[in-house]
């Protein structure tokens, strides 16, 4: 996740969905919570919508539960994007289909 996060920083955003891809074949090291939050952030610091969405959506498929902190980076990628209602619904859905509650990070 370090150097995901790296490359998000350096917005090299197509370099670290390379890796994430690169670890999703490994035997070794899978992709966690914490990596797909770590790329979905890195999508929400340059308002990219759809491909943090894309992601959110190949991480519940792949069996990783999200977090509250999912909740909140979801959250800052819809108001990044000028979606500020999307911020709410899926706040809203994420804690109903996965029993989180918002919290501090989140509001």
């Known amino acids: 996740s370090t150097i995901i996060k ?10 670290a969905r390379e890796l994430l ?3 999703k074949k490994s035997a070794i090291f899978q992709p966690d919570e914490i990596t797909y939050n770590t790329l979905i952030h890195g999508y929400a610091r340059f308002g990219q919508y759809e491909q943090g969405m894309a992601l959110l959506e190949e991480m519940k498929e792949l069996g990783v539960r999200p977090s509250n902190y999912t909740l909140s980076v979801v959250a800052k990628l819809a108001i990044r994007s000028r979606r500020p209602e999307r911020a709410f619904e899926l706040c ?6 996965f029993g989180l509650r918002l919290n501090v990070q989140v509001y």
């Open 6 to 15: 790296g490359y998000c920083l350096d917005n090299r955003l197509d370099k």
């Open 21 to 23: 891809q690169e670890m």
């Open 92 to 97: 809203e859905e994420l804690s109903k289909q």
